[in-house]
């Protein structure tokens, strides 16, 4: 199991880049702009080629406290929504640099989402990826069966709650991106 930290200040693709961290009363919100970006980076979801940085895009991270998933939107440079991508993992917190982490159970969830005329979000397409990283840990004996089978059942917990339109990470992210915290 690895900790991932979300941190993209210091980021091979990125020559520059802001990034501001924001206290909520739910968890802690990291908010990155990327400046010049070298290499644009590309991922196929639900079939389609999308674009997830380049030059002014934007990653904006919610780590619910005490969860077992941590949400990233996407935008471009424009502000529209290229993905989603939740981390599931076993634990989380927040480091002594204020930012959030995360042990990463390797199972991930990323998906499209189409913004309504009354400015709602509704997730239209949702994958899951690297199923086969989560069972070559586990033959490394990386992850024990538990974790395993937790992360499935995290990952069905947060599909459910994506096509029902009710994962609380998304409001979150999509109140603060009509009128930020700030």
Same mark, same amino acid.
């Given at each position: 199991m690895k900790r991932k930290v979300?941190?993209?200040?210091?980021?091979?693709?990125?020559?520059?880049?802001?990034?501001?961290?924001?206290?909520?009363?739910?968890?802690?919100?990291?908010? #990155? &702009?990327?400046?010049?970006?070298?290499?644009?980076?590309?991922?196929?979801?639900?079939?389609?080629?999308?674009?997830?940085?380049?030059?002014? #895009?934007?990653?904006?991270?919610?780590?619910?406290?005490?969860?077992?998933?941590?949400?990233?939107?996407?935008?471009?440079?424009?502000? &529209?929504?290229?993905?989603? #991508?939740?981390?599931?993992?076993?634990?989380?917190?927040?480091?002594?640099d204020g930012l959030p982490w995360m042990d990463d159970l390797y199972l991930d969830v990323v998906g499209l989402v189409e913004v309504q005329q009354d400015g709602h979000w509704r997730v239209t397409d949702t994958e899951v990826i690297d199923q086969e990283e989560l069972d070559e840990a586990l033959r490394a004996g990386q992850v024990t069966p538990g974790q395993h089978a937790f992360a499935w059942a995290e990952i069905r917990h947060v599909l459910a709650a994506l096509h029902a339109q009710t994962f609380a990470p998304l409001e979150v992210v999509r109140r603060y991106l009509q009128d930020p915290y700030t």
């Open positions: 979300f941190d993209r200040r210091i980021w091979s693709r990125a020559v520059s880049g802001e990034q501001t961290t924001l206290s909520l009363p739910g968890g802690l919100l990291v908010d #990155y &702009r990327a400046g010049e970006v070298t290499t644009p980076k590309w991922v196929t979801v639900a079939g389609q080629a999308r674009c997830i940085l380049a030059s002014g #895009y934007r990653w904006v991270h919610y780590a619910p406290s005490g969860a077992t998933h941590a949400l990233t939107v996407q935008l471009d440079a424009a502000g &529209r929504i290229q993905q989603l #991508y939740v981390d599931v993992g076993e634990a989380s917190g927040v480091g002594v």
